[in-house]
């Protein structure tokens, strides 16, 4: 059974900082890997897209890396903002339609 | 496109009585998900259709719970007797048939569910 495990659980920064977020997996057979954001009260909106035959995926100023064999996935997040503050989930695909989500870390960028 | 839609944002309800969530997907996608978020237990798959036809609802956790897909823009998620442990946030999500291991989901906003 797939299992999801995201570190930290949470994270309180100033704005500016570069952060670091993880995201763990048990089983490494996966077909891809989606990071998502949530805001409170709200619906999940899917940031990044890794295919398993990828190491990383960028878009502005995130980025994610995929280590399949290890079993990782961290997201980067440069030059931190206010409106970055959420819950970022990390869900790896075990099928090509089924994904199982991490426990997710609640980020506040303080200004 | 407007998105997955879902009705309604919020449903308040005593035990016993019957809840019925609505889900329309974003035109053109053949697969469509159904979710449960709680504090206790993180965001869990519930069901999923393909071209209308359940996969797998292996999450669904009792018979109380039921969903149905009559045609590719309108799913529901019916609860027949609510409990108050059925309070939760679920959401629905659909994705496109894209390339092998492209799959990506888009999530509707919820609907908080209150059962009393």
């Known amino acids: 059974k797939q299992e999801v495990t995201q570190i930290p659980a949470a994270l309180s920064v100033p704005e500016g900082e570069n952060l670091v977020l993880n995201c763990s997996f048990t089983?490494?057979?996966?077909?891809?890997l989606q990071w998502f954001r949530q805001d409170p009260g709200k619906g999940l909106t899917s940031l990044l897209l890794?295919?398993?035959?990828?190491r990383e995926q960028t878009s502005g100023r995130l980025n994610a890396s995929l280590d399949k064999s290890s079993g990782r996935s961290t997201l980067y997040i440069a030059a931190s903002q206010p409106g970055d503050s959420a819950t970022y989930l990390c869900a790896p695909a075990i099928r090509t339609d089924k994904l199982i989500f991490g426990t997710g870390t609640r980020l506040q960028v303080f200004p | 496109d407007a998105g997955v839609i879902q009705s309604p944002r919020h449903e308040v309800t005593e035990m016993g009585q019957e809840v019925t969530l609505r889900c329309k997907p974003i035109s053109g996608h053949d697969y469509l998900f159904w979710y449960r978020q709680t504090m206790m237990r993180g965001l869990e798959l519930l069901i999923y259709?393909?071209?209308?036809?359940?996969?797998?609802d292996s999450g669904m956790p009792e018979d109380r719970f039921s969903a149905k897909m009559p045609n590719a823009s309108f799913s529901t998620l019916k609860i027949q007797p609510s409990e108050p442990r059925d309070s939760a946030v679920y959401f629905c999500?659909?994705?496109?048939?894209?390339?092998?291991?492209?799959?990506?989901?888009?999530f509707g906003p919820g609907t908080r569910l209150t059962v009393l």
């Open positions: 890794i295919q398993s035959s990828q």
């Open positions: 259709f393909n071209n209308n036809v359940p996969i797998d």
């Open positions: 999500a659909s994705s496109p048939t894209r390339l092998l291991s492209y799959n990506e989901q888009f």
């Open positions: 089983d490494s057979a996966i077909y891809n």
